[in-house]
Protein backbone atom coordinates (compact mmCIF):
# COMPACT_ATOMS: atom_id res chain seq x y z
CA UNK A 1 0.00 0.00 0.00
CA UNK A 2 0.95 3.69 -0.59
CA UNK A 3 -0.52 6.47 0.98
CA UNK A 4 0.20 9.86 -0.44
CA UNK A 5 -0.54 13.42 1.19
CA UNK A 6 -0.28 16.26 0.36
CA UNK A 7 -0.21 19.86 2.90
CA UNK A 8 -0.59 22.88 1.42
CA UNK A 9 1.56 25.18 3.85
CA UNK A 10 -0.24 28.44 2.64
CA UNK A 11 -3.19 27.96 3.96
CA UNK A 12 -2.18 27.52 7.80
CA UNK A 13 0.56 30.14 7.79
CA UNK A 14 -0.24 34.06 7.54
CA UNK A 15 1.19 35.88 4.61
CA UNK A 16 3.92 38.28 5.46
CA UNK A 17 2.11 41.48 4.86
CA UNK A 18 3.03 43.76 1.16
CA UNK A 19 1.66 46.75 2.77
CA UNK A 20 1.70 48.56 6.02
CA UNK A 21 -0.16 46.01 8.63
CA UNK A 22 -3.21 48.69 10.17
CA UNK A 23 -4.92 45.44 11.63
CA UNK A 24 -1.76 44.25 13.62
CA UNK A 25 -0.92 47.82 14.56
CA UNK A 26 -3.99 49.06 15.56
CA UNK A 27 -4.70 45.53 17.92
CA UNK A 28 -1.45 46.16 19.02
CA UNK A 29 -1.71 49.81 20.43
CA UNK A 30 -5.31 48.21 21.70
CA UNK A 31 -3.89 46.21 24.08
CA UNK A 32 -1.08 48.55 25.11
CA UNK A 33 -4.22 51.27 25.75
CA UNK A 34 -5.98 48.83 27.30
CA UNK A 35 -2.50 48.49 30.15
CA UNK A 36 -2.44 52.24 30.87
CA UNK A 37 -6.61 52.23 31.93
CA UNK A 38 -5.86 56.70 31.02
CA UNK A 39 -9.10 58.22 30.52
CA UNK A 40 -9.91 59.94 27.63
CA UNK A 41 -11.99 63.07 26.53
CA UNK A 42 -14.30 61.39 23.85
CA UNK A 43 -16.92 63.60 21.64
CA UNK A 44 -19.54 62.20 19.15
CA UNK A 45 -20.76 64.77 17.01
CA UNK A 46 -23.81 63.59 14.78
CA UNK A 47 -25.01 66.07 12.27
CA UNK A 48 -23.34 69.02 14.52
CA UNK A 49 -24.89 68.42 16.94
CA UNK A 50 -22.22 67.53 19.86
CA UNK A 51 -21.73 65.03 23.02
CA UNK A 52 -18.56 65.06 25.11
CA UNK A 53 -17.73 62.75 28.05
CA UNK A 54 -14.25 61.68 29.93
CA UNK A 55 -14.27 57.80 29.95
CA UNK A 56 -12.00 55.22 30.23
CA UNK A 57 -12.39 52.64 26.70
CA UNK A 58 -12.75 48.86 28.27
CA UNK A 59 -12.75 47.67 24.85
CA UNK A 60 -10.03 49.60 22.55
CA UNK A 61 -10.12 46.69 19.65
CA UNK A 62 -13.42 47.71 19.05
CA UNK A 63 -12.45 51.44 19.69
CA UNK A 64 -10.52 51.30 16.71
CA UNK A 65 -12.54 48.79 14.31
CA UNK A 66 -12.60 51.13 11.40
CA UNK A 67 -9.27 51.54 11.46
CA UNK A 68 -8.59 47.67 11.81
CA UNK A 69 -11.60 47.27 8.64
CA UNK A 70 -9.47 49.12 6.93
CA UNK A 71 -6.09 47.06 6.55
CA UNK A 72 -5.05 46.68 2.92
CA UNK A 73 -3.21 43.47 3.08
CA UNK A 74 -5.49 41.60 1.34
CA UNK A 75 -4.85 38.85 -1.31
CA UNK A 76 -7.10 39.90 -4.01
CA UNK A 77 -6.05 43.77 -3.46
CA UNK A 78 -2.23 42.70 -3.64
CA UNK A 79 -0.94 44.70 -6.47
CA UNK A 80 -3.79 47.24 -6.43
CA UNK A 81 -1.73 49.96 -4.37
CA UNK A 82 0.81 52.59 -5.44
CA UNK A 83 3.30 52.70 -2.41
CA UNK A 84 5.23 55.99 -2.55
CA UNK A 85 7.97 56.50 0.41
CA UNK A 86 10.64 59.07 1.70
CA UNK A 87 12.61 59.18 5.38
CA UNK A 88 9.38 60.37 7.13
CA UNK A 89 6.14 59.55 5.36
CA UNK A 90 4.51 56.16 4.08
CA UNK A 91 1.97 56.49 0.99
CA UNK A 92 -0.41 53.76 -0.43
CA UNK A 93 -2.76 54.96 -2.86
CA UNK A 94 -5.71 52.92 -4.95
CA UNK A 95 -7.55 54.16 -7.38
CA UNK A 96 -9.79 50.80 -8.28
CA UNK A 97 -13.46 51.27 -7.83
CA UNK A 98 -14.00 47.82 -6.43
CA UNK A 99 -11.28 48.62 -3.21
CA UNK A 100 -12.68 51.25 -0.54
CA UNK A 101 -9.88 52.32 0.80
CA UNK A 102 -8.39 54.99 -1.23
CA UNK A 103 -5.14 56.25 0.15
CA UNK A 104 -3.17 55.37 3.71
CA UNK A 105 -0.75 57.91 4.98
CA UNK A 106 1.94 56.90 7.72
CA UNK A 107 4.10 59.72 8.81
CA UNK A 108 7.28 58.61 11.12
CA UNK A 109 9.68 60.80 13.38
CA UNK A 110 12.74 58.79 14.37
CA UNK A 111 11.33 55.11 12.73
CA UNK A 112 7.99 55.65 15.09
CA UNK A 113 4.97 56.22 13.70
CA UNK A 114 3.69 59.69 14.34
CA UNK A 115 -0.01 59.62 12.70
CA UNK A 116 -1.47 57.55 10.45
CA UNK A 117 -4.96 58.54 8.52
CA UNK A 118 -6.90 56.40 6.41
CA UNK A 119 -9.43 58.10 3.49
CA UNK A 120 -11.92 55.40 2.56
CA UNK A 121 -15.25 55.69 -0.29
CA UNK A 122 -17.87 53.04 -0.37
CA UNK A 123 -20.47 54.09 -3.67
CA UNK A 124 -22.65 52.06 -5.09
CA UNK A 125 -26.10 53.42 -7.12
CA UNK A 126 -28.00 53.76 -4.01
CA UNK A 127 -25.65 55.02 -1.50
CA UNK A 128 -22.17 57.48 -1.08
CA UNK A 129 -20.10 56.77 2.44
CA UNK A 130 -16.66 58.80 2.37
CA UNK A 131 -14.50 57.90 6.11
CA UNK A 132 -11.58 59.86 7.38
CA UNK A 133 -9.35 58.33 10.06
CA UNK A 134 -6.76 59.42 11.63
CA UNK A 135 -4.64 58.35 14.30
CA UNK A 136 -1.72 60.53 16.50
CA UNK A 137 -0.30 57.40 18.98
CA UNK A 138 -1.24 58.92 22.80
CA UNK A 139 -2.51 61.89 21.25
CA UNK A 140 -5.67 62.09 19.12
CA UNK A 141 -7.72 59.75 17.05
CA UNK A 142 -10.62 60.79 15.35
CA UNK A 143 -12.95 59.06 12.58
CA UNK A 144 -14.82 61.13 10.10
CA UNK A 145 -17.86 59.51 7.99
CA UNK A 146 -20.52 61.30 5.69
CA UNK A 147 -22.96 59.09 4.36
CA UNK A 148 -25.68 59.70 1.14
CA UNK A 149 -28.40 57.41 0.58
CA UNK A 150 -30.27 58.83 -2.51
CA UNK A 151 -33.65 60.48 -1.68
CA UNK A 152 -32.55 61.44 1.94
CA UNK A 153 -30.86 63.75 3.50
CA UNK A 154 -27.05 63.14 4.60
CA UNK A 155 -25.34 62.26 7.60
CA UNK A 156 -22.21 63.37 9.18
CA UNK A 157 -20.53 61.46 12.19
CA UNK A 158 -17.61 62.61 13.67
CA UNK A 159 -15.55 60.93 16.73
CA UNK A 160 -12.74 62.77 18.10
CA UNK A 161 -10.87 60.72 21.18
CA UNK A 162 -8.28 62.71 22.85
CA UNK A 163 -5.95 61.36 25.04
CA UNK A 164 -5.26 62.85 28.62
Known sequence: MIFISACNYGDHIKEHPVYFDLETYF???AVRLAK???PID???IINGKAEQKKLIINN???EFNSFIDADINKASWKGSFIFTKSDQLEIYT???K???VKKIEIAYVNEKVKSIRV???NTNDLYTSKDSLTYYPDSLYEIKKTQKIKLMDGKQYQVIGKFK
Request: net charge positive.
Open 27 to 29: KQE
Open 60 to 62: WEQ
Open 36 to 38: KNQ
Open 42 to 44: KTV
Open 94 to 96: SNS
Open 98 to 100: KIP
Open 119 to 121: FIV
